[in-house]
């Protein structure tokens, strides 16, 4: 990774004309600042420490006795030995409460997963899924990586469906009819559909109108519904999240009682932030008794999550509250709560703001997610010299950019984006606003910079630089 070498340069003595990596390019929260939240971080140390008297002497009571409540049900209160092979069951009956609280709907404890991080989740499910080369799973453009290098790993077929940018990233059913005629038309055998809600890397939260279009289909299509659900907390327009499970409900039979699904969440995004602790959760609705034999099977195979990421879920799903804790402990949550969503909230305004401020870049509002996936007009000539590289338009820009700021974003190509569109995604995770703000200025003047160089420029006269910049794989950002 560029990056990396950067870094290690600078570790020798080598001189930029910065004086670190401004990453902002991955959704990592707590590597940029972030502050774990301190009732979860005194029930997993208690957790880990099992010495009830010594922690009421450094922790909060409320914390010490949550770590009871969990260690009570695990084999001799051992935090390092394996629960059962989907989860310990206290936490699996916490995620159960907490869907049907957040929905109003009944859930079978027995449906839920308990996994490490929501990926774990997902490759369970497309492993499951995908047979052999003929099989194909819908997914939205531009899209999470996981989904198509899975796919990729697994022989099948990637179906992209595009979300409308002009619309603000909308899906529309019409755009899903057409990626999956074209689809079959090829003799794509479609399994299953994955939608991002709130979107990644686009931000957007879709509506519970759009959700159901999206189970239409799936139920019209006879196909699975695969949704990925992690940025639920984060949302900072006037709109709610929907789960698709919620919506599938509201639309009662035939689709409450046909459409299978499995539904994602984790511990490293929301409020949280804890993506090294590696927790998360899968239920599966409406799917049968065998392929609920298989997904056992299949998780079973790695025997369990780790035990504190299953309890960091259960600490997800069921935060302290007014009448569970004291009036302190419980203040306290819902301040540094507040104060990381209030945070997360301006930087996805600034964002919008500023980058809406530069010359050739246009940005749809941040409405949700850790991202804003802004399209970037590149000048004919820099495309050339790019394209005479051997490398993308967008990646070479995000290469420059690094080089000459430091600060590291990722190019829309590793995302996917329409034909002769240019895009980069770029995080809201600097903790500290100023150094945010100071960020997107440095965007905007380097950027300035390239319409000035390459603008009036023809093609003929573009000269090559003595050396190639990076070889042409995403993954060298």
Not at 352 to 378: D, H, R, W
Not at 431 to 444: F, Q, V, Y
Request: charge should be negative; include cysteine; hydrophobic fraction near 35%.
């Amino acid at each position: 990774m560029k990056a990396m070498e950067i870094e290690r340069q600078m570790e020798t003595g080598t001189k930029f004309g910065f004086d670190k990596i401004t990453h902002l390019n991955i959704g990592n929260p707590q590597d940029l600042g972030q502050k774990p939240i301190s009732f979860n971080r005194e029930v997993l140390a208690s957790c880990l420490v099992d010495d009830p008297e010594r922690n009421r002497m450094i922790y909060s009571s409320d914390a010490v006795d949550r770590a009871d409540h969990y260690l009570s049900h695990i084999n001799h209160r051992a935090a390092g030995a394996y629960s059962d092979s989907t989860g310990i069951r206290v936490v699996m009956r916490e995620v159960k409460d907490f869907i049907e609280k957040r929905d109003g709907v009944e859930v079978n404890e027995d449906n839920i997963y308990l996994t490490n991080g929501a990926s774990e989740g997902i490759t369970y499910m497309l492993r499951l899924l995908i047979k052999d080369e003929n099989d194909g799973i819908m997914i939205p453009i531009p899209q999470y990586p996981i989904y198509s290098a899975l796919i990729t790993r697994f022989n099948g077929k990637q179906v992209p469906y595009y979300l409308d940018e002009e619309t603000g990233w909308r899906m529309t059913y019409e755009e899903l009819e057409k990626a999956y005629f074209e689809a079959t038309a090829k003799g794509v055998n479609v399994k299953a559909l994955t939608l991002i809600n709130p979107g990644n890397p686009t931000g957007q939260v879709m509506s519970q109108e759009d959700l159901e279009k999206v189970i239409k289909f799936a139920h019209e299509k006879r196909i699975f519904l695969l949704a990925d659900e992690v940025y639920q907390k984060n949302i900072y327009v006037d709109k709610e999240f929907c789960s698709v499970r919620k919506a599938l409900h509201g639309l009662g039979a035939p689709y409450s009682n046909d459409v299978e699904l499995a539904s994602f969440h984790s511990l490293s995004k929301g409020l949280l932030g804890e993506c090294g602790l590696r927790g998360g959760y899968m239920e599966l609705h409406n799917v049968n008794e065998f392929a609920h034999a298989m997904a056992y099977k299949s998780k079973a195979v790695g025997l369990c999550s780790n035990i504190i990421g299953q309890i960091g879920v259960g600490l997800l799903v069921n935060p302290p509250t007014e009448e569970s804790v004291s009036k302190e402990v419980y203040d306290l949550y819902k301040k540094e709560e507040q104060t990381i969503f209030d945070g997360l909230k301006h930087r996805a305004n600034l964002i919008t703001e500023k980058l809406n401020n530069i010359e050739g870049v246009s940005c749809n509002q941040v409405e949700g997610a850790m991202y804003a996936f802004p399209k970037i007009q590149l000048p004919r000539a820099y495309c050339h010299l790019a394209n005479t590289l051997g490398i993308q338009p967008d990646l070479k820009y995000c290469l420059d950019i690094l080089e000459k700021t430091g600060i590291m974003i990722v190019p829309g190509s590793g995302f996917g984006q329409e034909e002769g569109t240019f895009h980069f995604r770029i995080t809201n995770l600097v903790n500290c606003s100023l150094e945010m703000e100071r960020a997107l200025d440095m965007i905007g003047e380097f950027t300035e910079d390239i319409m000035s160089q390459y603008r009036y420029k023809g093609v003929e006269t573009v000269k090559l630089p003595h050396e190639p910049i990076l070889d042409s794989e995403y993954q060298t950002i």
